[in-house]
């Protein structure tokens, strides 16, 4: 048996921009909640709803960051990386519950049109706009890298839209006096967020089920893995995601006789890292498949590289 390992922890170095985008938004939340019900604009109290959930969720991603980098224990061998998974799925569910609700009080205003102050409004939302922007930037070079940061992003890009919305609906009432628009605004802010939040939702459920990471096609990596020379036969194969990032695999392979079997299996290591990137994996190497286990190689040797 073989198995290649990478043993590397999430980088630190998303914790010193995520902390800066928290207290950012911390700040102005404050600011925009007190603005919000000096204004009586539903819009600016929805966008400052989503601050809310943003100082969560980037709490939550902020200690996530840091328990995912403690180190592997008798109770954790794999460590744990879940937590950013678990911060992912919980800024997500609440940044859904919120824009419900804000959907829900836009609906109702709708009929009772509050007396707003578009100036202060607009001047509030030009603030956190900046804010938002500020906060997006910090955020941009992890939003790739781990689920966690970008439901963080997410939470953030939301936000900026909002701040976007609330300016246009402060505009508008103070051009026409048309009051209804602030509630159309903050319904549209809340039905572009939810269909995301699922989304991103169902990738975070994914990884916690063990199912196949999304960036694995799992049909090219049998057939890659299949045309190995020396290679005939692979079962048992599984892959899965312990964190959004961290991709592992483990599989029983069939080789032939005449192949040396630390030879093939290295060769198949090789491969996974440079076409899959997976560097974790677990590689039994037999003479012949298991009893009952039907093989997932069907090429002809001819294929083989």
Wanted: proline content about 2%.
């Amino acid at each position: 048996m073989s198995a290649g390992h990478n043993h590397s922890h999430i980088t630190t170095s998303q914790e010193r921009p995520l902390l800066l985008a928290l207290l950012l938004t911390a700040i102005f939340l404050i600011t925009e909640a007190i603005g919000g019900v000096i204004t009586q604009s539903l819009a600016l109290i929805s966008d400052a709803a989503h601050m809310l959930t943003d100082v969560t969720a980037l709490i939550i991603s902020y200690m996530a960051i840091k328990i995912a980098n403690k180190k592997a224990d008798h109770n954790r061998t794999f460590g744990y990386y879940r937590f950013e998974i678990l911060a992912a799925v919980f800024n997500t569910i609440l940044l859904f519950l919120v824009a419900l609700y804000i959907i829900y009080e836009a609906y109702q205003r709708l009929s009772y049109p509050a007396e707003i102050h578009s100036v202060g409004m607009l001047v509030i939302a030009f603030i956190g706009l900046v804010v938002n922007l500020i906060s997006m930037r910090l955020l941009t070079a992890g939003k790739d890298k781990d689920i966690n940061m970008r439901s963080a992003y997410l939470e953030v890009w939301s936000d900026m839209l909002g701040s976007v919305g609330v300016i246009i609906a402060a505009i508008i009432i103070y051009v026409t006096n048309w009051k209804a628009v602030d509630s159309i605004i903050a319904i549209v802010i809340g039905l572009w967020v939810l269909p995301r939040t699922f989304v991103l939702l169902k990738e975070s459920i994914n990884i916690l089920l063990e199912g196949v990471p999304k960036q694995i096609d799992l049909n090219k990596l049998k057939e890659a893995m299949c045309k190995t020379k020396g290679v005939v036969g692979i079962h048992e194969l599984h892959v899965w995601a312990i964190s959004s990032d961290k991709i592992s695999l483990t599989a029983h392979v069939v080789i032939e006789p005449s192949f040396d079997c630390e030879a093939v299996s290295n060769t198949l290591r090789q491969l996974l890292i440079s076409e899959f990137n997976i560097s974790h994996t677990t590689l039994q190497h037999e003479r012949t498949k298991c009893l009952d286990e039907e093989t997932i190689c069907h090429f002809g040797h001819e294929h083989k590289r």
